[in-house]
Protein backbone atom coordinates (compact mmCIF):
# COMPACT_ATOMS: atom_id res chain seq x y z
CA UNK A 1 0.00 0.00 0.00
CA UNK A 2 0.94 3.74 -0.54
CA UNK A 3 0.93 5.69 2.03
CA UNK A 4 0.14 9.21 1.78
CA UNK A 5 1.15 12.31 3.94
CA UNK A 6 -1.03 15.14 3.86
CA UNK A 7 0.74 18.51 3.64
CA UNK A 8 -1.75 21.23 3.23
CA UNK A 9 -5.33 20.38 2.18
CA UNK A 10 -6.88 23.20 -0.31
CA UNK A 11 -9.67 22.50 -3.18
CA UNK A 12 -10.81 25.40 -5.71
CA UNK A 13 -13.16 27.82 -4.38
CA UNK A 14 -14.30 28.27 -7.97
CA UNK A 15 -14.10 25.90 -10.81
CA UNK A 16 -12.41 27.08 -13.84
CA UNK A 17 -14.66 26.11 -16.42
CA UNK A 18 -15.32 27.23 -19.50
CA UNK A 19 -17.34 28.41 -23.24
CA UNK A 20 -15.87 31.50 -24.48
CA UNK A 21 -13.16 33.39 -26.28
CA UNK A 22 -10.04 34.65 -25.41
CA UNK A 23 -10.59 37.94 -27.33
CA UNK A 24 -13.44 38.34 -25.08
CA UNK A 25 -13.98 42.31 -24.31
CA UNK A 26 -12.80 43.44 -20.94
CA UNK A 27 -15.30 46.32 -19.43
CA UNK A 28 -14.24 49.57 -18.87
CA UNK A 29 -12.13 50.98 -16.10
CA UNK A 30 -8.85 52.70 -15.55
CA UNK A 31 -5.65 50.18 -16.11
CA UNK A 32 -2.84 50.43 -14.07
CA UNK A 33 -4.94 51.44 -10.92
CA UNK A 34 -8.09 51.66 -9.47
CA UNK A 35 -10.36 49.22 -8.85
CA UNK A 36 -9.18 47.17 -12.09
CA UNK A 37 -6.04 47.66 -11.52
CA UNK A 38 -4.89 47.34 -8.18
CA UNK A 39 -7.44 45.06 -6.71
CA UNK A 40 -6.55 42.80 -9.29
CA UNK A 41 -3.14 42.89 -8.50
CA UNK A 42 -3.86 42.21 -4.87
CA UNK A 43 -6.59 39.54 -4.97
CA UNK A 44 -4.52 37.41 -7.96
CA UNK A 45 -1.29 37.58 -6.14
CA UNK A 46 1.88 37.63 -8.56
CA UNK A 47 4.01 35.84 -5.83
CA UNK A 48 7.16 35.98 -6.28
CA UNK A 49 7.06 35.81 -10.55
CA UNK A 50 6.82 39.65 -11.01
CA UNK A 51 6.43 42.54 -9.58
CA UNK A 52 2.92 44.24 -8.90
CA UNK A 53 4.05 47.42 -10.87
CA UNK A 54 4.78 45.55 -13.73
CA UNK A 55 1.64 44.09 -14.23
CA UNK A 56 -0.94 45.95 -17.05
CA UNK A 57 -4.68 45.97 -17.36
CA UNK A 58 -5.65 44.66 -21.07
CA UNK A 59 -8.47 44.40 -23.45
CA UNK A 60 -8.00 40.95 -24.42
CA UNK A 61 -5.21 37.77 -24.20
CA UNK A 62 -2.99 36.65 -26.14
CA UNK A 63 -1.94 33.31 -25.99
CA UNK A 64 1.97 33.33 -24.86
CA UNK A 65 4.05 30.95 -26.56
CA UNK A 66 6.79 29.07 -24.71
CA UNK A 67 9.50 27.28 -26.49
CA UNK A 68 12.11 24.92 -24.76
CA UNK A 69 15.65 24.93 -26.32
CA UNK A 70 19.33 24.70 -25.60
CA UNK A 71 20.10 26.96 -22.59
CA UNK A 72 16.78 27.80 -21.46
CA UNK A 73 13.27 28.79 -22.27
CA UNK A 74 11.74 31.47 -24.07
CA UNK A 75 8.60 32.73 -24.36
CA UNK A 76 7.17 34.51 -27.62
CA UNK A 77 3.60 36.19 -28.13
CA UNK A 78 1.22 34.47 -30.50
CA UNK A 79 -0.30 37.64 -31.62
CA UNK A 80 3.10 39.37 -33.36
CA UNK A 81 5.75 36.74 -32.45
CA UNK A 82 7.79 39.26 -30.34
CA UNK A 83 9.68 37.67 -27.86
CA UNK A 84 8.48 38.55 -24.24
CA UNK A 85 11.02 36.56 -22.16
CA UNK A 86 14.21 34.78 -22.24
CA UNK A 87 15.34 32.62 -19.11
CA UNK A 88 18.53 30.70 -19.18
CA UNK A 89 18.27 26.86 -17.67
CA UNK A 90 20.92 24.66 -17.15
CA UNK A 91 20.22 21.10 -18.56
CA UNK A 92 17.72 19.59 -20.97
CA UNK A 93 14.35 21.23 -20.40
CA UNK A 94 11.38 19.56 -20.56
CA UNK A 95 7.96 21.28 -20.52
CA UNK A 96 4.82 20.71 -19.17
CA UNK A 97 1.03 22.03 -18.52
CA UNK A 98 0.83 23.10 -14.53
CA UNK A 99 -2.79 22.81 -14.55
CA UNK A 100 -3.68 26.59 -14.35
CA UNK A 101 -3.59 27.81 -17.69
CA UNK A 102 -0.74 30.35 -16.36
CA UNK A 103 2.31 27.94 -15.43
CA UNK A 104 4.19 25.72 -16.79
CA UNK A 105 6.22 22.97 -15.36
CA UNK A 106 9.58 23.34 -16.36
CA UNK A 107 11.42 20.28 -16.01
CA UNK A 108 15.54 20.23 -15.86
CA UNK A 109 18.45 19.08 -13.40
CA UNK A 110 16.44 16.83 -10.90
CA UNK A 111 14.00 19.36 -10.46
CA UNK A 112 10.80 20.96 -12.12
CA UNK A 113 10.34 24.77 -11.71
CA UNK A 114 7.29 26.68 -11.86
CA UNK A 115 7.49 29.25 -14.99
CA UNK A 116 4.71 31.97 -14.61
CA UNK A 117 4.13 33.22 -18.15
CA UNK A 118 2.09 36.08 -16.85
CA UNK A 119 -1.19 35.71 -18.23
CA UNK A 120 -3.87 36.83 -15.80
CA UNK A 121 -7.82 36.37 -16.69
CA UNK A 122 -10.18 37.28 -13.41
CA UNK A 123 -13.60 36.83 -13.05
CA UNK A 124 -15.71 40.03 -12.31
CA UNK A 125 -19.48 39.06 -12.24
CA UNK A 126 -20.69 38.78 -15.67
CA UNK A 127 -17.52 39.20 -17.27
CA UNK A 128 -13.55 39.27 -16.81
CA UNK A 129 -10.50 41.65 -16.57
CA UNK A 130 -7.21 40.94 -18.35
CA UNK A 131 -3.97 41.23 -16.80
CA UNK A 132 -0.37 40.73 -18.33
CA UNK A 133 2.88 40.56 -16.70
CA UNK A 134 6.52 39.98 -17.77
CA UNK A 135 6.86 36.09 -17.47
CA UNK A 136 9.87 34.64 -15.25
CA UNK A 137 11.09 31.83 -13.92
CA UNK A 138 9.73 31.19 -9.78
CA UNK A 139 11.19 29.74 -7.01
CA UNK A 140 8.47 27.02 -6.94
CA UNK A 141 10.24 24.33 -7.23
CA UNK A 142 10.27 20.87 -6.03
CA UNK A 143 13.92 18.62 -6.36
CA UNK A 144 12.86 15.45 -8.21
CA UNK A 145 15.82 13.19 -9.95
CA UNK A 146 15.16 12.27 -13.51
CA UNK A 147 11.65 14.66 -13.97
CA UNK A 148 9.21 12.73 -15.33
CA UNK A 149 5.61 13.05 -16.14
CA UNK A 150 3.53 16.29 -14.83
CA UNK A 151 -0.06 15.45 -15.10
CA UNK A 152 -2.80 18.26 -14.09
CA UNK A 153 -6.19 16.40 -13.79
CA UNK A 154 -9.44 18.23 -11.74
CA UNK A 155 -8.35 20.00 -9.29
CA UNK A 156 -4.78 18.84 -8.80
CA UNK A 157 -1.30 18.11 -10.33
CA UNK A 158 0.65 15.18 -10.08
CA UNK A 159 4.84 15.48 -10.36
CA UNK A 160 6.78 12.04 -10.92
CA UNK A 161 10.08 11.76 -10.24
CA UNK A 162 11.63 8.52 -12.09
CA UNK A 163 15.06 8.76 -10.33
CA UNK A 164 12.75 7.98 -6.70
CA UNK A 165 9.54 7.02 -7.42
CA UNK A 166 8.40 9.68 -5.67
CA UNK A 167 5.12 11.95 -6.26
CA UNK A 168 4.10 15.48 -5.34
CA UNK A 169 0.64 16.80 -5.88
CA UNK A 170 -0.18 20.21 -6.08
CA UNK A 171 -3.17 22.71 -5.61
CA UNK A 172 -2.00 24.51 -9.01
CA UNK A 173 -4.64 27.48 -8.71
CA UNK A 174 -2.29 28.49 -5.58
CA UNK A 175 1.35 28.90 -8.12
CA UNK A 176 -0.63 32.46 -8.88
CA UNK A 177 -0.07 33.50 -4.91
CA UNK A 178 3.94 32.52 -4.96
CA UNK A 179 2.96 28.95 -3.06
CA UNK A 180 3.46 26.24 -4.83
CA UNK A 181 0.20 24.25 -3.12
CA UNK A 182 1.61 21.24 -2.00
CA UNK A 183 -1.49 18.58 -0.90
CA UNK A 184 0.46 15.34 -0.47
CA UNK A 185 3.58 13.55 -0.99
CA UNK A 186 3.80 10.05 -1.59
CA UNK A 187 5.67 7.45 -3.57
CA UNK A 188 5.91 4.12 -5.18
CA UNK A 189 7.45 1.07 -3.87
CA UNK A 190 10.53 1.41 -6.22
CA UNK A 191 11.98 4.39 -8.82
CA UNK A 192 10.79 3.65 -12.20
CA UNK A 193 9.37 5.61 -14.93
CA UNK A 194 6.21 6.01 -14.26
CA UNK A 195 3.15 8.26 -13.81
CA UNK A 196 0.56 9.16 -11.54
CA UNK A 197 -3.01 10.81 -12.27
CA UNK A 198 -5.02 12.68 -9.45
CA UNK A 199 -8.74 11.14 -9.54
CA UNK A 200 -11.87 13.30 -9.24
CA UNK A 201 -13.01 11.54 -6.27
CA UNK A 202 -9.62 12.42 -4.17
CA UNK A 203 -7.76 9.03 -5.29
CA UNK A 204 -4.79 8.45 -7.20
CA UNK A 205 -3.79 6.28 -10.10
CA UNK A 206 -0.52 5.23 -10.07
CA UNK A 207 2.15 2.76 -11.79
CA UNK A 208 4.51 0.45 -10.05
CA UNK A 209 7.58 -1.10 -11.57
CA UNK A 210 11.62 -1.03 -11.35
CA UNK A 211 13.89 0.26 -13.80
CA UNK A 212 14.24 -3.20 -15.58
CA UNK A 213 10.08 -3.56 -15.94
CA UNK A 214 7.06 -2.43 -15.08
CA UNK A 215 3.61 -3.71 -15.85
CA UNK A 216 1.39 -2.35 -12.56
CA UNK A 217 -1.51 -0.37 -12.53
CA UNK A 218 -2.92 0.56 -9.12
CA UNK A 219 -6.12 2.84 -8.40
CA UNK A 220 -5.60 4.06 -4.61
CA UNK A 221 -8.78 6.09 -2.31
CA UNK A 222 -8.37 9.19 -0.48
CA UNK A 223 -6.53 7.36 2.19
CA UNK A 224 -3.87 5.28 0.05
CA UNK A 225 -6.22 1.77 0.13
CA UNK A 226 -5.81 -0.06 -3.29
CA UNK A 227 -9.49 -0.54 -4.77
CA UNK A 228 -8.40 -1.72 -8.32
CA UNK A 229 -5.37 -2.92 -9.78
CA UNK A 230 -3.69 -5.10 -13.09
CA UNK A 231 -0.05 -6.00 -13.65
CA UNK A 232 -1.18 -7.04 -17.46
CA UNK A 233 0.44 -3.69 -18.87
CA UNK A 234 3.82 -4.65 -19.79
CA UNK A 235 5.97 -1.73 -20.60
CA UNK A 236 3.36 0.83 -18.88
CA UNK A 237 3.80 4.30 -20.09
CA UNK A 238 1.90 7.45 -20.86
CA UNK A 239 -1.51 7.99 -20.31
CA UNK A 240 -4.71 9.95 -21.18
CA UNK A 241 -8.23 11.25 -19.51
CA UNK A 242 -11.01 10.13 -21.55
CA UNK A 243 -14.99 11.45 -20.97
CA UNK A 244 -15.80 10.25 -17.78
CA UNK A 245 -18.71 7.93 -16.96
CA UNK A 246 -21.33 8.52 -14.19
CA UNK A 247 -18.87 6.36 -11.94
CA UNK A 248 -16.46 8.60 -12.40
CA UNK A 249 -13.25 9.39 -14.05
CA UNK A 250 -11.92 7.28 -16.93
CA UNK A 251 -8.00 6.72 -18.16
CA UNK A 252 -6.08 5.00 -20.70
CA UNK A 253 -2.75 3.71 -20.27
CA UNK A 254 -0.26 2.63 -22.96
CA UNK A 255 1.25 -1.14 -22.75
CA UNK A 256 3.07 -3.05 -24.94
CA UNK A 257 0.20 -5.74 -25.27
CA UNK A 258 -2.40 -3.46 -26.12
CA UNK A 259 -3.91 -0.51 -23.75
CA UNK A 260 -5.55 -0.72 -20.18
CA UNK A 261 -8.95 1.24 -19.50
CA UNK A 262 -9.46 2.11 -16.25
CA UNK A 263 -13.39 2.63 -15.54
CA UNK A 264 -16.24 2.45 -13.48
CA UNK A 265 -13.75 1.33 -10.98
CA UNK A 266 -11.59 -1.70 -13.14
CA UNK A 267 -9.40 -2.19 -15.26
CA UNK A 268 -10.13 -3.62 -18.50
CA UNK A 269 -8.06 -4.66 -21.45
CA UNK A 270 -8.02 -3.73 -25.25
CA UNK A 271 -7.96 -6.53 -27.78
CA UNK A 272 -5.15 -6.23 -30.15
CA UNK A 273 -4.02 -8.36 -33.43
CA UNK A 274 -0.77 -10.34 -32.80
CA UNK A 275 1.27 -10.28 -29.30
CA UNK A 276 2.63 -6.62 -29.49
CA UNK A 277 1.21 -3.37 -29.43
CA UNK A 278 2.63 -0.52 -28.05
CA UNK A 279 0.38 2.78 -27.54
CA UNK A 280 2.90 4.37 -25.21
CA UNK A 281 2.12 7.83 -25.95
CA UNK A 282 -1.23 9.06 -25.33
CA UNK A 283 -4.13 11.90 -25.97
CA UNK A 284 -7.33 12.70 -24.35
CA UNK A 285 -10.25 14.91 -24.73
CA UNK A 286 -13.03 15.66 -21.45
CA UNK A 287 -15.67 15.22 -23.82
CA UNK A 288 -14.57 12.88 -26.01
CA UNK A 289 -14.94 8.15 -24.96
CA UNK A 290 -12.02 8.59 -28.14
CA UNK A 291 -8.20 8.51 -26.83
CA UNK A 292 -6.10 9.14 -29.02
CA UNK A 293 -3.01 7.01 -29.31
CA UNK A 294 0.50 6.10 -31.12
CA UNK A 295 0.09 2.44 -32.80
CA UNK A 296 3.77 0.65 -32.97
CA UNK A 297 3.33 -3.02 -33.53
CA UNK A 298 7.50 -4.06 -33.78
CA UNK A 299 8.70 -5.63 -30.43
CA UNK A 300 12.20 -5.30 -31.85
CA UNK A 301 12.72 -2.68 -34.51
CA UNK A 302 15.41 -2.28 -36.83
CA UNK A 303 17.73 0.22 -35.98
CA UNK A 304 15.78 0.44 -32.31
CA UNK A 305 13.43 2.92 -33.47
CA UNK A 306 9.80 1.78 -35.15
CA UNK A 307 8.34 4.54 -37.32
CA UNK A 308 4.54 4.10 -37.13
CA UNK A 309 2.29 5.71 -39.97
CA UNK A 310 -0.72 4.35 -38.32
CA UNK A 311 -2.53 5.53 -35.26
CA UNK A 312 -5.09 3.89 -32.49
CA UNK A 313 -8.24 5.56 -31.65
CA UNK A 314 -9.19 3.56 -28.69
CA UNK A 315 -12.91 3.54 -27.32
CA UNK A 316 -12.86 3.81 -23.85
CA UNK A 317 -16.52 2.34 -23.81
CA UNK A 318 -16.16 -0.70 -24.85
CA UNK A 319 -12.12 -1.31 -25.00
CA UNK A 320 -12.07 -1.59 -28.51
CA UNK A 321 -9.58 0.85 -31.08
CA UNK A 322 -9.83 1.50 -34.39
CA UNK A 323 -6.23 1.33 -37.11
CA UNK A 324 -6.51 4.30 -38.94
CA UNK A 325 -3.01 4.29 -41.61
CA UNK A 326 -1.99 7.62 -42.86
CA UNK A 327 0.31 6.87 -45.04
CA UNK A 328 3.02 9.25 -43.83
CA UNK A 329 5.43 8.46 -40.51
CA UNK A 330 4.87 10.47 -37.77
CA UNK A 331 6.35 10.33 -33.54
CA UNK A 332 5.81 11.13 -30.15
CA UNK A 333 5.65 14.93 -30.97
CA UNK A 334 2.86 14.73 -33.49
CA UNK A 335 -0.14 14.15 -31.42
CA UNK A 336 -3.17 16.10 -29.64
CA UNK A 337 -6.94 17.08 -29.92
CA UNK A 338 -8.71 19.94 -31.00
CA UNK A 339 -11.52 21.93 -29.13
CA UNK A 340 -14.33 19.29 -29.96
CA UNK A 341 -11.94 16.39 -29.49
CA UNK A 342 -11.12 15.98 -32.91
CA UNK A 343 -7.71 13.95 -33.20
CA UNK A 344 -4.61 15.79 -34.53
CA UNK A 345 -1.19 13.71 -36.09
CA UNK A 346 1.13 15.73 -37.29
CA UNK A 347 3.10 13.37 -40.42
CA UNK A 348 6.72 13.24 -42.29
CA UNK A 349 5.37 14.46 -45.70
CA UNK A 350 4.64 18.12 -43.79
CA UNK A 351 1.23 17.77 -42.91
CA UNK A 352 -1.51 18.28 -40.35
CA UNK A 353 -3.73 15.37 -40.14
CA UNK A 354 -7.31 16.81 -38.65
CA UNK A 355 -9.62 13.59 -38.41
CA UNK A 356 -12.93 12.69 -36.83
CA UNK A 357 -12.16 10.62 -34.15
CA UNK A 358 -15.40 8.51 -34.05
CA UNK A 359 -14.77 7.84 -38.07
CA UNK A 360 -11.27 7.98 -38.25
CA UNK A 361 -11.90 10.06 -41.33
CA UNK A 362 -9.28 12.83 -42.26
CA UNK A 363 -11.53 16.40 -42.42
CA UNK A 364 -8.61 18.53 -43.36
CA UNK A 365 -4.89 17.57 -44.33
CA UNK A 366 -2.78 20.85 -43.93
CA UNK A 367 0.40 21.71 -45.26
CA UNK A 368 2.25 22.76 -42.50
CA UNK A 369 6.65 21.95 -42.54
CA UNK A 370 8.90 20.82 -44.66
CA UNK A 371 9.03 16.87 -45.02
CA UNK A 372 10.81 15.29 -42.07
CA UNK A 373 12.36 12.19 -40.33
CA UNK A 374 12.06 11.69 -37.07
CA UNK A 375 15.32 11.99 -35.38
CA UNK A 376 17.19 9.12 -33.94
CA UNK A 377 17.33 10.54 -30.83
CA UNK A 378 14.24 11.88 -28.80
CA UNK A 379 15.83 14.49 -27.21
CA UNK A 380 16.69 16.11 -30.78
CA UNK A 381 14.25 18.98 -32.04
CA UNK A 382 11.65 17.76 -34.38
CA UNK A 383 8.37 18.63 -35.83
CA UNK A 384 5.37 19.00 -32.91
CA UNK A 385 2.76 21.07 -32.03
CA UNK A 386 0.60 22.15 -29.13
CA UNK A 387 -3.46 22.90 -29.47
CA UNK A 388 -5.01 26.19 -27.39
CA UNK A 389 -7.78 28.83 -28.00
CA UNK A 390 -8.98 26.51 -31.15
CA UNK A 391 -5.20 26.39 -33.22
CA UNK A 392 -2.64 23.92 -33.45
CA UNK A 393 0.09 25.87 -33.09
CA UNK A 394 3.01 23.76 -35.26
CA UNK A 395 6.48 24.04 -35.23
CA UNK A 396 9.14 23.62 -37.95
CA UNK A 397 12.57 23.96 -35.86
CA UNK A 398 14.50 23.14 -39.07
CA UNK A 399 12.97 26.54 -40.56
CA UNK A 400 12.49 28.04 -37.33
CA UNK A 401 8.50 28.72 -38.36
CA UNK A 402 5.17 28.41 -35.92
CA UNK A 403 2.29 27.93 -38.35
CA UNK A 404 -0.96 28.76 -36.44
CA UNK A 405 -4.04 26.45 -37.86
CA UNK A 406 -7.68 26.83 -37.02
CA UNK A 407 -8.28 23.24 -36.40
CA UNK A 408 -12.34 23.59 -37.42
CA UNK A 409 -11.75 24.63 -40.55
CA UNK A 410 -8.16 23.67 -41.13
CA UNK A 411 -7.08 27.11 -42.01
CA UNK A 412 -3.37 28.92 -41.80
CA UNK A 413 -4.09 31.92 -40.30
CA UNK A 414 -0.85 33.15 -39.33
CA UNK A 415 2.95 32.29 -39.46
CA UNK A 416 5.42 33.38 -37.20
CA UNK A 417 9.68 33.49 -37.51
CA UNK A 418 11.11 31.72 -34.09
CA UNK A 419 13.96 33.36 -32.13
CA UNK A 420 15.34 30.00 -31.52
CA UNK A 421 15.92 26.44 -31.85
CA UNK A 422 13.39 24.65 -29.97
CA UNK A 423 12.83 20.94 -28.60
CA UNK A 424 9.46 21.46 -26.66
CA UNK A 425 6.30 23.84 -26.60
CA UNK A 426 3.60 24.64 -24.49
CA UNK A 427 0.93 27.61 -25.05
CA UNK A 428 -0.64 28.99 -22.19
CA UNK A 429 -4.03 31.08 -22.63
CA UNK A 430 -4.55 32.33 -18.63
CA UNK A 431 -7.01 30.00 -17.52
CA UNK A 432 -6.84 25.86 -17.02
CA UNK A 433 -9.00 25.16 -19.74
CA UNK A 434 -8.02 28.58 -21.82
CA UNK A 435 -12.00 28.94 -22.01
CA UNK A 436 -13.70 31.40 -20.15
CA UNK A 437 -17.46 31.22 -18.42
CA UNK A 438 -19.40 34.09 -19.04
CA UNK A 439 -22.73 34.00 -16.44
CA UNK A 440 -26.50 34.52 -17.79
CA UNK A 441 -26.80 38.20 -19.03
CA UNK A 442 -23.90 38.53 -20.30
CA UNK A 443 -23.89 40.70 -24.10
CA UNK A 444 -23.65 39.07 -27.05
CA UNK A 445 -20.06 41.01 -27.56
CA UNK A 446 -19.05 39.35 -24.26
CA UNK A 447 -19.99 35.97 -25.69
CA UNK A 448 -17.85 34.55 -28.67
CA UNK A 449 -17.95 31.33 -29.27
CA UNK A 450 -14.55 30.25 -29.84
CA UNK A 451 -13.40 27.43 -27.85
CA UNK A 452 -9.89 26.54 -26.78
CA UNK A 453 -8.55 22.95 -27.33
CA UNK A 454 -7.60 21.82 -24.17
CA UNK A 455 -5.46 17.99 -24.16
CA UNK A 456 -8.35 16.40 -22.63
CA UNK A 457 -7.38 17.33 -18.82
CA UNK A 458 -4.04 19.14 -19.75
CA UNK A 459 -1.57 15.28 -19.25
CA UNK A 460 1.70 16.11 -21.17
CA UNK A 461 2.69 12.81 -22.24
CA UNK A 462 6.27 11.75 -21.80
CA UNK A 463 8.58 10.54 -24.59
CA UNK A 464 8.52 6.83 -25.80
CA UNK A 465 12.22 5.33 -25.66
Known sequence: MIQMRSIVMKRRAVALLGAGVLALSACGGPTGGGEGGSDAAASDGGGDAAPASDRAEVAALSPRIVLAHEGGVTTIDSADGSTVDSSDVEGYVRLNPAGDGRHVAVSASDAITMYDTGLLAQGHGDHFHYYVQSPALTDLSIEAPMPGHVVPHGDRTALFADGTGDITLIDPTALADGDLGTLEETSTDAPHHGVAVPLSDGGLLVTQGTEDERDTVQVLDADGNVTAETDDCPG??????????????????????????????????????????????????EDSPIVLADNKVEADPAGGI????????????????????????????????????EALVLTADGELNILDPESGEILHEVPVTGEWTEPDNWQEAGPMMAVADGTAFVVDPEAQKLTMVDVASGEVYRELDLPVVPHEIQVATGTASGEYEITPGASDEESHDHDDASDGGGEHEGHDH
Open 236 to 285: VHGEASAQPTESGDVVSLGCENGSVIYRDGEFHKVAIEGDYQRSGNQKGH
Open 306 to 341: ERPTSIALINTLDDTQQIVDLGSEYWFRSLDRGPDG
